[in-house]
């Protein structure tokens, strides 16, 4: 990689925080930052939000233009921790959604704010013509001069072209640094972008003998391998710490994906409850083939155009008709061996421009997923107990091979350890 300082490295990684900024107000888009940087200091910086609209170059170019940035648009200035966020948090949501505010109209201003200087961003500038004009376009414009990112696109309408755009102009680009994280923050838009389907992860937590349950609920115990009913019990595998993480999990997911089993054992919300500003709400999904979800569940009860159960049961049944009326909304799926088709479902989360999907479900959901092949990613809660008894085998779902975990990493959470691994290459969908 050449010509790459340790001023370099330290821009990258304030653009690469800027990015993270944007999670769960970013999707369908990618999460993106941007930072502006002439004679060794900061004039402007952002990241993207898909209600902003704009994207991270032109809100830091506005912001060395002295202009406000657009509404929901990120920094604005370097120390500036950015635009207040339009917040409707009622008492019975469990997490705040975006309400967007009257878009500004301020187009960007050709200044010689920024004429010379470098943009560090983490994915590379669009130079094609959406919801928004190209950026190689603005920034050619503003009279860039270096461009450092940290990976190229995986759009197929990018795709390193807008590289080729700006060093057809004489602005200098160089490519490649930090690029893991990048690709990492970029990894649901990767795979919905070139396959048209969510990135599925799979998280589950276990004993240390591998056990989703403790022993004394036996009788009752969770499908999600989480939590059981009985009261006066440590009725939890996974340290608080790690449902924390669990719950940023969420926050960071467009969807989750649970059974009917689980609705039925433990009456869950499944919401994002970090408290944190989303674009959209957590889309919860049931996989339910008979429609034997409760209409008296807290997920029908607060349903708000927010739950979505797959069936192999009729549309127009009275049950369904029912939880239509509660704000459910049914689809019939077309299914195998009298269970819905998981990888028609998984298309169809696609075809509504769902990114990323967190599957939370127990053995028999789990098994059937792998076996389907529409996982991406594992990320499995190990904690320090001992069940103690023999679980449900996975061969009974027809998932028999042994799944081999690639890009493997470890972190503890309080007392547990969390192991993450890929089953795929989601930047090698097709």
Not at 176 to 191: D, T, V, Y
Request: proline share 6%.
């Amino acid at each position: 990689m050449p010509d790459i300082t340790a001023a370099d490295a330290i821009f990258m990684h304030r653009a690469l925080e800027l990015a993270a900024k944007g999670v769960a107000l970013a999707s369908p888009n990618p999460m993106v930052g941007a930072v502006l940087v002439r004679k060794g200091k900061i004039i402007g910086e952002g990241f993207h939000t898909y209600e902003g609209m704009r994207h991270a170059e032109i809100v830091a170019l506005e912001a060395a233009s002295n202009q406000p940035a657009e509404i929901f648009g990120g920094l604005v200035a370097p120390g500036f921790v950015g635009r207040a966020f339009g917040l409707d948090k009622e008492d019975e949501t469990p997490a705040g959604v975006l309400t967007p505010a009257a878009p500004s109209a301020l187009p960007v201003v050709d200044s010689d704010a920024a004429r010379g200087a470098t943009l560090y961003v983490n994915l590379e500038p669009c130079c094609h013509k959406g919801r928004t004009a190209p950026c190689t376009n603005a920034l050619i414009l503003a009279g860039v001069k270096r461009v450092v990112a940290a990976m190229q696109d995986p759009n197929p309408a990018v795709a390193g072209r807008g590289f080729k755009h700006l060093r057809a102009a004489g602005v200098e680009v160089v490519a490649g640094l930090r690029e893991a994280e990048a690709r990492r923050l970029a990894e649901p838009f990767a795979k919905w972008i070139i396959s048209k389907q969510p990135l599925v992860t799979l998280k589950s937590a276990l004993t240390l003998d591998g056990q989703l349950v403790l022993p004394h609920a036996r009788a009752s115990r969770s499908h999600r391998g989480e939590r059981v009913r009985r009261r006066g019990d440590d009725s939890w595998i996974s340290s608080p710490e790690s449902r924390a993480e669990v719950q940023r999990m969420r926050h960071a997911s467009d969807a989750l994906i649970t059974g009917i089993g689980t609705v039925l054992i433990d009456n869950p919300l499944l919401t994002d409850r970090t408290g944190l500003p989303r674009r959209r709400k957590l889309l919860r999904v049931v996989m339910d083939s008979q429609l034997r979800l409760p209409l008296k569940s807290q997920l029908v009860k607060t349903a708000d155009n927010d739950v979505l159960v797959f069936t192999r049961a009729s549309e127009k049944s009275p049950k369904a008709r029912a939880l239509q009326a509660a704000g459910v909304e049914v689809v019939h799926i077309a299914g195998r061996r009298g269970r819905p088709d998981l990888r028609a479902v998984i298309a169809e989360i696609g075809r509504r421009e769902i990114l990323s999907v967190l599957l939370e479900a127990g053995a028999i959901l789990n098994s059937a997923a792998l076996a389907a092949g529409i996982v991406d990613k594992m990320r499995v809660f190990l904690a320090p107990k001992i069940a103690g008894f023999q679980g449900s085998a996975a061969t009974k779902n027809g998932f028999q091979a042994p799944c081999e975990l690639h890009n493997v990493t470890m972190a503890q959470f309080g007392v547990d350890f969390a192991i993450e691994g890929y089953l795929r290459d989601v930047y090698r969908t097709r």
